[in-house]
Nanobody, 123 residues
Framework: VKLMESGGGSVQAGGSLRLSCTAS????????MGWFRQAPGKEREGVAA???????SYVDSVRGRFTISRDKAKNILFLQMNTLKPEDTAMYYC??????????????????WGQGTQVTVSS
């Protein structure tokens, strides 16, 4: 399984970006995919997750501003980020892993990771 993110960049506060993650086929029948971010000096944070049926979850700080979605036919995961804030500045990573009972936003539950794409939001 290989994951590759794209779409990061620099925007002003209030702006929008859409991240994409191209994924190879999974061996799992059901799976979780997620977006994580890590700012300098901070721990990696689970931003959003989606399961193979489309159920989603978000960290409180982005709920209502970010939307996770995926194109199953093309194996692409998206993260639409609106109303960006300076505190959203971080390296964003795409991740994938097996589905158990639900899709968490915990790093240890994910087996595969992309290289990351930088998002910088200026005030």
């Amino acid at each position: 399984v290989k994951l590759m993110e794209s779409g990061g960049g620099s925007v002003q506060a209030g702006g929008s970006l859409r991240l994409s993650c191209t994924a190879s086929e999974f061996t799992y029948k059901t799976y979780c995919m997620g977006w994580f971010r890590q700012a300098p000096g901070k721990e990696r944070e689970g931003v959003a997750a989606i399961d193979s049926d489309g159920a989603t979850s978000y960290v409180d700080s982005v709920r209502g501003r970010f939307t996770i979605s995926r194109d199953k036919a093309k194996n692409i995961l998206f993260l639409q980020m609106n109303t960006l804030k300076p505190e959203d500045t971080a390296m964003y990573y795409c991740a994938a892993g097996p589905f158990e009972d639900y899709c968490s936003r915990v790093s240890d539950d994910y087996n595969y990771w992309g290289q990351g794409t930088q998002v910088t939001v200026s005030s």
